[in-house]
């Protein structure tokens, strides 16, 4: 069966001065298109495999530009909906070397986070889909966004659709009432593999952190406790040595066994905006090509390692690219 893969969340404009200016100094701002599960999804996209995307956008010439964007990047976009008042906003001051970036998010009342609960036909969307994925943000914006989360994901476990879910969120996104742990926690449920480190899973379901070397692998364990559903565990690490110079990697718990990458080394950054997204995709290709933790493991963290290198939220690299430096060949030689 072809692997058709589903995801589901707000994609925004992005905003930002160009050449590394600071806000104070701009005097215009390029315009990019990006959202945590766009980006996964335009990646498989990029790399072959079929991919949807599920959102809302105004009916205006804002939303109509982000609905060409996903349809350039061959996204299958019939279920996008074009309603509401605007487009969420959000503006990134890049940093460099020892300077950190800044990012400034206008979302509030966004034509995504006013979607209406039963507002997607969830039966219809996952026809034929294999895999969904979702992330923490999505039931961060609104009440709706989180009770419409939860509709899809009954819908795909029904379906027995393979689920999986970024469970990092940002805390400043909930403004509605209700704290990540009241709600996740219902959502994560029934999630076959989740994205989430020591301090996520303390947070949101009170797994308490154990100050020792191996603290993820306990946590996950613990994780299984709490969710035995749940086949796979994954993280990211990353060291900052400057805003320009990082090194990254990843680890992957399958209920038996525990798998680490190499680290990567990244210097020069061009953009790390999307990196973890990038991951995301990867991992989710090489689980669906090479059906081996560990060869799925390298591949996503590379495909993350070579975002870094890509302007802009999506990640524009080939799977080529991709397992070239998954053999090791960190050289950047000229290819003619």
């Given at each position: 069966m072809r692997n058709k893969i589903i995801t589901f969340g707000e994609m925004m404009m992005r905003l930002s001065p160009p050449n590394f200016q600071r806000f104070e100094q701009a005097h215009s701002l390029e315009v990019i298109f990006g959202g945590c599960e766009s980006n996964v999804a335009v990646a498989l996209a990029n790399w072959g495999l079929y991919a949807a995307h599920i959102t809302r956008f105004p009916a205006n010439p804002l939303g109509n530009s982000a609905l060409q964007f996903l349809q350039r990047q061959g996204l299958d976009t019939c279920f996008i909906q074009l309603k509401g008042e605007r487009l969420g906003l959000y503006f990134l001051e890049n940093g460099v070397a020892m300077r950190s970036?800044?990012?400034?998010?206008?979302?509030?009342?966004?034509?995504?986070?006013e979607i209406e609960v039963g507002s997607f036909d969830w039966e219809q969307i996952f026809e034929g889909a294999t895999w969904f994925h979702w992330s923490g943000i999505t039931p961060a914006l609104s009440q709706n966004c989180a009770e419409e989360c939860k509709r899809a994901l009954a819908v795909a476990q029904k379906k027995n659709l393979f689920i999986s879910a970024d469970i990092y969120y940002r805390s400043n996104l909930w403004k509605y009432g209700k704290r990540p742990s009241e709600v996740m926690p219902e959502l994560v449920q029934y999630c076959d593999l989740v994205l989430a480190n020591e301090q996520n899973m303390e947070e949101i379901?009170?797994?308490?952190?154990?100050?020792?070397?191996?603290?993820?692998?306990?946590?996950?364990?613990?994780?299984?406790?709490?969710?035995?559903?749940?086949?796979?565990?994954?993280?990211?690490?990353?060291?900052?040595?400057?805003?320009?110079?990082?090194?990254?990697?990843?680890?992957?718990?399958?209920?038996?066994?525990?798998?680490?990458?190499?680290?990567?080394?990244i210097d020069p950054i061009v953009d790390r905006i999307g990196g973890g997204d990038a991951f995301m995709a990867g991992l989710i290709y090489g689980l669906s090509t090479y059906k081996d933790d560990q060869k799925a493991l390298d591949f996503g963290i590379c495909a993350s390692a070579l975002k870094h290198t890509i302007e802009g939220d999506a990640n524009l690299i080939s799977v080529a690219e991709v397992e070239n430096l998954v053999r090791g060949d960190h050289s950047g030689r000229l290819r003619r």
């Open positions: 970036g800044r990012i400034v998010y206008d979302r509030y009342r966004s034509a995504f986070a379901f009170g797994i308490g952190i154990e100050n020792v070397e191996n603290s993820f692998l306990i946590s996950c364990k613990k994780m299984k406790e709490k969710f035995p559903q749940i086949s796979k565990i994954v993280d990211t690490e990353r060291i900052s040595i400057s805003a320009s110079h990082n090194q990254i990697r990843a680890k992957l718990f399958n209920g038996t066994d525990l798998f680490i990458t190499d680290y990567q080394d």
